[in-house]
């Protein structure tokens, strides 16, 4: 993975252009889905990375998603065990400024931390 943080040369404090907002959410999506290749992780991490990637994609069709630090955090290859409290800060925030996706519940219910604790689906 690139360990370039900041491709866009900008100044952290400031929020992002449209496009930039774009460049960063594709890019968190990106690292995502490299630790989440990670067969160490454990399963509430993977729930929480899985979670911050429905919430981002979503909150992209508003013209928001991860801030310049989260953007960073989740790049960060040498700290990729501080990714899913990452994840879990993007999920929280971005909560609060955006409608609920509804993939974010099917996430949450199919997820593997769930196995064996949820009943299974009455049919």
Same mark, same amino acid.
């Given at each position: 993975?690139?360990?370039?943080?900041?491709?866009?040369?900008?100044?952290?404090?400031? %929020?992002?252009? &449209?496009?930039?907002?774009?460049? #960063?959410?594709?890019? +968190?999506?990106?690292? $995502?889905? @490299?630790?989440?290749?990670? %067969?160490?992780? &454990?399963?509430?991490?993977?729930? #929480?990375?899985?979670? +911050?990637?429905?919430? $981002?994609? @979503?909150?992209?069709?508003?013209?928001?998603?991860?801030?310049?630090?989260?953007?960073?955090?989740?790049?960060?290859?040498?700290?990729?065990?501080?990714?899913?409290?990452?994840?879990?800060?993007?999920?929280?925030r971005l909560s609060k400024t955006v409608t609920a996706p509804d993939a974010?519940a099917l996430a949450v219910v199919r997820s593997d931390a769930l196995s064996?604790?949820?009943?299974?689906?009455?049919?």
């Amino acid at each position: 993975m690139n360990d370039i943080i900041d491709p866009f040369g900008t100044d952290p404090d400031q %929020p992002f252009t &449209a496009g930039q907002q774009a460049t #960063a959410n594709g890019l +968190a999506l990106t690292s $995502i889905r @490299h630790l989440l290749t990670n %067969p160490k992780m &454990a399963d509430l991490d993977k729930l #929480a990375l899985t979670r +911050a990637a429905i919430w $981002i994609a @979503h909150s992209d069709g508003y013209g928001s998603g991860v801030t310049y630090d989260e953007c960073k955090g989740l790049r960060d290859t040498r700290a990729t065990e501080k990714a899913p409290g990452v994840a879990r800060a993007i999920v929280l925030r971005l909560s609060k400024t955006v409608t609920a996706p509804d993939a974010d519940a099917l996430a949450v219910v199919r997820s593997d931390a769930l196995s064996g604790i949820l009943p299974d689906d009455p049919q």
